[in-house]
């Protein structure tokens, strides 16, 4: 009965872990607008190694575990054929996550769906080898020499160290002797190694890829298209926004569009003081080089939207913002006027 209901709840976790994670991709999928690797801040190739080699890690564990309960295995193959089905279909499920693709401009593209396959592989895997130990848990194999028993936990040990046992250490021990000091010749960890063996595989991939032919993009790259992305939000945004602008962020602008509004503003609301060419009535040459106020699109931004002290009125009441630059942009992107009045102030700035 116990086995039954092992079984049973075995069997019910990896369904619950496959629809489960499904439900959780796929609702990833619908409700974040950037993909996984846009949120870790890394390019799609980089996250792909990364899920790939941790993959393998894991299945070298798997292997490793599998192979120090192998004896219980053995005794339990029902079970383990049962645990493999279910294994396999929930892979084969998880494997429709990556049936989706999105084009962008990274030299492979590692959609959201493939990364969650990765991750649902990776925690069936865990769960395999919690499960392998599970089965090793209290089991024991024959005497040994001494007549104590062995743990499966002790072999498994030795395996992921590939040690000597002390009494067989005169089969590596090397034939040179330094003051009674002598020396084992005991292999590397096969975890160690094997981990090596992987940061060799990666730089041989890592440095083509990225330093010789220059496939994608290294840090400095990344960082300057990402700055170059955030402009345009940027742009989109006060282009979304335009009674944003301020005295503080207010810009010179020199689009065609925006001096045309600016232009049609001055000849609506500016000729009477100040000429139909800016050369100055009542009020100054707006087109020459000298400035009662600051001339810089600052400084004739906020005395359109605040007026001054002679006589020129505040604009902010009748003007947005957004038209206030326009029209200060207009002013200072306009050619000298001929016959205009002689230069007032004692400010003086160059014109853009």
């Known amino acids: 009965m116990m086995k039954r209901i092992f079984n049973f709840k075995l069997v019910g976790t990896l369904m619950f872990m496959t629809f489960g994670l499904t439900a959780i991709a796929q ?9 996984v690797y846009e949120d870790l801040g890394i390019s799609p190739t980089l996250l792909f190694m990364v899920m790939l080699i941790f993959t393998i890690i894991l299945l070298f564990a798997l292997f490793t575990v599998a192979k120090g309960a192998s004896a219980i295995i053995k005794q339990k193959a029902d079970k383990a054929k049962k645990v493999g089905l279910v294994i396999a279909f929930a892979l084969m499920g998880s494997s429709t996550f990556a049936a989706e693709s999105n084009t962008n401009d990274y030299f492979m593209d590692f959609p959201d769906s493939a990364f969650y396959a990765f991750l649902y592989i990776d925690l069936a895997i865990v769960f395999l080898i919690l499960y392998f130990a599970g ?6 194999i024959e005497p040994n020499a001494e007549g104590k028993t062995e743990g499966i936990f002790s072999k498994w040990n030795k395996s992921l ?11 590596i021990l090397l034939d040179h002797d330094y003051d009674g000091i002598k ?11 094997y981990g090596f063996y992987i940061t060799i595989i990666w730089a041989v991939i890592y440095l083509p890829y990225y330093h010789i032919f ?15 992305e955030g402009e345009k939000q940027v742009a989109a945004y006060k282009a979304a926004h335009p009674n944003l602008v301020n005295e503080d962020n207010v810009e010179l602008l020199t689009d065609d569009a925006t001096l045309k509004l600016g232009e049609e503003i001055y000849q609506t609301n500016c000729v009477a003081c ?3 060419n800016g050369g100055g009535g009542i009020g100054p040459n707006l087109t020459d080089n000298m400035w009662i106020y600051d001339g810089d699109i600052k400084g004739v931004f906020h005395t359109i939207s605040e007026g001054a002290a002679n006589g020129m009125i505040s604009w902010k009441d009748q003007l947005s913002p957004d ?11 306009m050619p000298p006027a001929e016959g205009g009045k002689e230069p007032q102030g004692e400010n003086k700035f160059d014109r853009p």
């Open 183 to 193: 020396e084992l010749d005991n292999d590397l960890p096969p975890w160690w190694k």
């Open 27 to 35: 609702q990833s999928e619908i409700k974040i607008d950037r993909p």
């Open 323 to 333: 038209k206030i630059q326009a029209v200060a942009s207009f002013v200072l992107k």
């Open 161 to 171: 160290t590939n040690a000597v046992e002390i009494e067989d250490e005169d089969s």
């Open 135 to 140: 089965l090793t848990k209290g089991a024991s």
């Open 274 to 276: 100040h000429g139909a």
């Open 214 to 228: 220059n496939t994608d993009k290294l840090q400095y790259g990344e960082f300057a298209q990402e700055m170059a």
